[in-house]
């Protein structure tokens, strides 16, 4: 039993990890990962972290090899996946350098594959994690960061940000955040019976709010300056997730097939 990270070398901190080694790019049947994996011990637990675009950042969200990525961490014995991810906010109260811990998304992607086989017919009602999420807002809260339990997340196509009135018309469906790679990763952690928790930094208002338009800048800039509130949340939230409990995300197949 191991735990997957995903989102990056950056947001851990090596020195909480012992017995780190480098895992060669994995190759699978749906490609090759998006890079090396790096593997080490967090107290006494087994952890595995993969770069979601690639330590030279060389995959777009639209062309991240998610299948591949998944495939290799259920593969190494992962079976709860936490990621790490940029999102726009959606509402004033969102506000920069605030956490969400994702418990919705509304889909409009529109070029990825969204399962391994495309022979089963899973429920994604729930889609993250509840237990994981609850677990997460119990250690923020420890930590006095500010955080959201819930949040309704637009996942987009990408790599471009949103026009003014497409950010305006994601605002009236009552969404809270914006992204560009929830989907497919965690419909697939889930086809891979992966228990999947999304810890979503705010890093920008989108495109809607007057005069504070998004850009890559500001979020790679956004990103940095609380990338230490990143990894201190993982560090202490690791160690209280029992990777060998089985939630119903870990049995997310019975009854699915075609």
Not at 80 to 105: C, H, M, N, R, W
Not at 194 to 217: E, F, G, P
């Amino acid at each position: 039993m191991a735990i997957g990270i995903i989102g990056g070398s950056g947001v851990y901190d090596p020195k909480v990890l012992e017995n780190i080694t480098t895992l060669p790019i994995q190759k699978t049947p749906y490609g090759k990962t998006s890079d090396k994996i790096t593997k080490g011990i967090m107290n006494g637990k087994e952890v595995y972290i993969i770069p979601r675009h690639g330590s030279n950042h060389e995959y777009s969200p639209n062309t991240v090899p998610y299948r591949a990525n998944i495939h290799a961490l259920k593969e190494l014995g992962v079976t709860k996946i936490i990621t790490v991810s940029a999102v726009g906010s959606l509402k004033q109260e969102y506000k920069p350098g605030d956490f969400v811990f994702t418990d919705q998304f509304i889909d409009r992607t529109t070029k990825r594959n969204q399962s391994f086989t495309g022979k089963v017919h899973i429920s994604v009602a729930e889609p993250f994690c509840p237990d994981l999420r609850k677990k997460a807002a119990e250690v923020a809260s420890k930590l006095n960061l500010e955080f959201h339990e819930k949040g309704v997340c637009v996942v987009i196509e990408g790599p471009r940000f949103s026009t003014i009135a497409e950010s305006n018309v994601y605002r009236t469906w009552n969404a809270d955040i914006i992204n560009m790679t929830l989907v497919p990763e965690v419909v697939l952690a889930r086809e891979a019976e992966i228990c999947y928790l999304n810890i979503a930094m705010v890093t920008d208002y989108d495109s809607w709010k007057k005069d504070n338009h998004v850009s890559h800048a500001e979020v790679l800039k956004t990103m940095k300056n609380n990338m230490d509130k990143v990894r201190e949340l993982l560090t202490n939230l690791i160690p209280e997730i029992d990777d060998e409990y089985v939630c119903s995300c870990n049995t997310a197949l019975k009854g699915s097939e075609m």
